[in-house]
């Protein structure tokens, strides 16, 4: 992450200080004083509807018969000709083994 701005210059003092003022002087964004800090409450909290609605679970959702991974080796040429095929072409190959119905 530190790579994209490794050939800029560190800030001047004198930049340093025109920043905290612009930031200081701007009337939309007040910096918070230690007692509004101290009454702050996690947004959660403070908002329980709508955190419960954009809350979201981590990961795929479960599925009532997940697939199994396994190794399997296969010649270059078979791999190669499912690989063209395009996206899905691992399950091309569950499907085609499930109609062989060995």
Do not use: H, Y
Not at 15 to 38: F, G, H, K, N, V
Not at 49 to 60: M, N, T
């Amino acid at each position: 992450m530190g790579t994209k701005f490794k050939d800029a210059k560190p800030l001047t003092d004198e930049e340093e200080a025109e920043i905290q003022r612009q930031i200081a002087s701007d009337p939309d964004a007040p910096e918070a004083t230690d007692e509004e800090l101290a009454q702050a409450k996690p947004f959660a909290e403070a908002f329980p509807d709508l955190a419960e609605s954009i809350k979201r679970s981590r990961g795929r959702p479960a599925v009532d018969n997940p697939r199994q991974q396994i190794s399997l080796r296969l010649e270059p040429e078979v791999i190669a000709k499912f690989k063209a095929t395009g996206k899905g072409w691992q399950g091309k190959i569950n499907d085609i083994l499930k109609r062989a119905k060995i």
